[in-house]
């Protein structure tokens, strides 16, 4: 641990941005031209034992420098901290951040504001694993019930989960909590690909992605649809020729459709066997969500990558509009409420399939997946994490998948860490990479 | 209408606030502290007629400048666009605005991002309703009903409201709209008064204002309640006996409660009559609201000025979990989609009664309660705009109060524009204000 006096004595922010628009990696029918982004912070100590806690809001390109202003006004709430006190109890931060008198009128708890209190508290767990010597998961795994219950805010959630309900499913997921993770380390967790699935891919690449797929050892693929039916269904036949009838197929609508459309379009689908039609709507439609699965079963209903906290979470489950909840790591407040929803999940009995892709969110949100494997649910069963193989060169611990499953990540912390030279080269506008691409381009130049 | 020629040239910025937290003026349960305050903007054309359209996103303070980093986000969308066509139909920005495939992962339609495209589209209808000569409720009450549909974003909410069902309920709303727009002028739109109830006061002066309320004509006041059980119960007595069993008394809880305690809480203030419960939980808990809305009754049950966006009001109304819709008219995006909202209001028969206050609120939604009066439902029963005496000294074209009523606005535009000298004064942190404020208090600088 942190000698007792210790003090964050920076919050340093980047805005960093990856030009993935050019290769249409991760174009869907909402987001056809991301350029993958990080609204990046180190938090650094004068600990002396060179420890420093990273994390980032995930965006997409623009208004990347909206999320880092964002990071910046939570800044007084975490200079001059004690690293020891942090480290014990980030729970303590996380309740700060969220009940700031006047930040919080700029959310509650939703979009920017939300998701830059995400970051900053998920760059304190970062530096309070890697002070305990821990990868995430484990951390998590080992701690006491009643402290990860005293991390968890009930607010909001109290009528769907008591703290007392929370210490009883944490006690229960402790039990056999060795094996598992002998089960862990030996295989690892399974995951789901979706790199063959982009709007943007031909046929030809498709069919090619798919078959790798098959190859690499996943069960479950995903593909994009939503822009054009007569498309959709080709792109799905294409892919159930190529991956034949034994393998899970999701498709993922990303928010194009009303109730409605849903409905018809994933119905239109039905032949070729879709396991989970994920986004088909808003992800604030709780309502729209329970119609659409009422109406299309037996295919699951799968959201979350854009819910935006815990409270529309505990709805969409006390309505039973969702088959599979797809928490992400950096959309919400961090690893606190990413306990709350977790919980939540375990309660309703509903699994989780984690959102991950863009830049580092596959690192993060493997930690939840593998806590929640080893001291919670017990279970991987009908579980998956996404997985898309983009800019994980980048980072310091990157994820490593074998025959379809996420490895154990071994080295201590959040696996959030980018490597200081992806940050120089990538930061916008200033990075060597942006500056030579807007120099080449000044007619373009984003204001 | 301006030059065919015209163009946008300029949109400019300005983070302004004002110090009103010292005098605990606007001080709840949740928000003990507000500065309140606008992130401002200003569209300049060379149309060479001298308007220009001003529009803003409300905070209460901190995070005012994250908000302005939003707002200027969106200039790239604005800067350059033909003047006449902006005014011939702001709802092709709305979608713009809304639809851009990078900056849409901040939301989507929520928080900090939302509030900034609301303030640059209320800017254009600024612009739209100067350059008709119109105010802006009239500018509304005029328009064709046809157009005034295609303003409207019916995704995310087709389910609960089409196209042809809004055509029908505008073309409706217009039968006898002259009468009612002498009416209109005659009397203005009621308000109700929240000035009595802050906080932050004393009994004495609790009494003195609930007393002047009265003596001013409102029928309706409103008290903030939810810090401390025993203080609520004593301020609903006092304020009950300084205004007699026959006036509208509201409660507001600003969001404190969980599902249990907001029915709990509000039961306990049950012998004192409130008219309506504010705010008791979460404004992203619809089903929490059904669930509140069911045990309290008779007691009202009214939220709105922090829900993000049409599709959580869709689904509020959907499951009847309202008495009472707080419109605000710079959270969501703007005019256009109040009109989807005031249009769901219409369609689920539950009446408006927006929210007001902070800076400029007031000044803004009038309008928008206005045209609902004149052009679609045609009604006041029931309806009443929230009204606090902060701040309007500020605005070129304030609100006038007469009687407890809002006196309908003659000036030409959507009365959002500030006084020149006090943006100057109030500018943070460079304003004259500001500047010798921090000057002399150098250990109190926000980061």
């Known amino acids: 641990m942190p000698a007792a006096a210790a003090r964050v004595i920076a919050v340093d922010t980047y805005d960093i941005r990856f030009p993935t ?258 986004e088909p709507t808003s992800p604030d439609d709780v309502l729209g969500h329970a119609a659409i699965r009422a109406a299309v079963a037996p295919v699951k209903v799968a959201t979350g990558e854009h819910v935006q906290n815990r409270v529309v979470f505990k709805q969409l489950l006390q309505a039973g509009a969702i088959d599979v909840l797809q928490l992400d790591a950096a959309r919400v407040g961090g690893v606190n409420e990413n306990l709350a929803i977790l919980l939540l999940a375990a309660r309703f009995g509903v699994p989780v399939c984690p959102h991950a892709g863009g830049v580092g969110l596959c690192e993060l949100v493997q930690h939840l997946s593998m806590f929640d494997f080893v001291a919670l649910t017990g279970t991987t069963e009908d579980r998956v994490i996404e997985y898309v193989d983009h800019l994980h060169e980048h980072f310091l611990d990157p994820v490593e998948i074998r025959r379809g499953h996420y490895r154990a990540p071994t080295g201590p912390g959040f696996s959030a860490q980018m490597r200081p030279e992806s940050i120089l080269q990538y930061s916008y506008p200033d990075g060597a990479f942006w500056a030579a691409d807007l120099r080449d381009q000044p007619q373009e130049i984003p204001a």
Request: glycine share 8%; proline share 5%.
């Open 21 to 278: 628009s050019r290769s249409l990696d991760g174009s869907d029918a909402m987001n056809p031209d991301p350029d993958y982004s990080a609204a990046y912070l180190v938090l650094r100590t004068d600990a002396g034992d060179g420890l420093e806690g990273h994390g980032f809001s995930f965006t997409i390109g623009r208004g990347n420098e909206v999320q880092v202003a964002a990071i910046e006004a939570l800044r007084p709430h975490v200079l001059g901290r004690s690293v020891s006190e942090l480290c014990a109890d980030p729970g303590t931060l996380s309740r700060a951040l969220i009940g700031d008198s006047q930040l919080r009128w700029l959310g509650p708890e939703k979009g920017v504001m939300h998701m830059a209190i995400g970051a900053v508290v998920n760059a304190v767990w970062d530096l309070a694993a890697k002070a305990a010597g821990k990868p995430l998961w484990q951390f998590l795994a080992d701690a006491d019930p009643a402290w990860l219950v005293s991390q968890v805010d009930f607010r909001y959630i109290a009528d769907a989960l008591t703290p007392d309900e929370a210490l009883e499913l944490l006690t229960r997921g402790r039990a056999g909590r060795a094996a598992r993770e002998a089960v862990l380390r030996a295989e690892g967790y399974p995951a789901y690909t979706t790199s063959p699935g982009w709007l943007g891919y031909s046929d030809e690449k498709l069919t090619r992605l798919a078959q790798q797929a098959l190859a690499d050892g996943f069960t479950q693929i995903k593909l994009k649809v939503g822009a054009d039916l007569a498309d959709d269904i080709r792109r799905c036949r294409t892919a159930r020729a190529a991956v034949g009838p034994d393998i899970r197929m999701a498709v993922d609508a990303n928010q194009r459709w009303n109730v409605d459309e849903a409905i018809r379009w994933t119905r239109a689908l039905g032949e070729f066997d879709p396991y989970w039609i994920e």
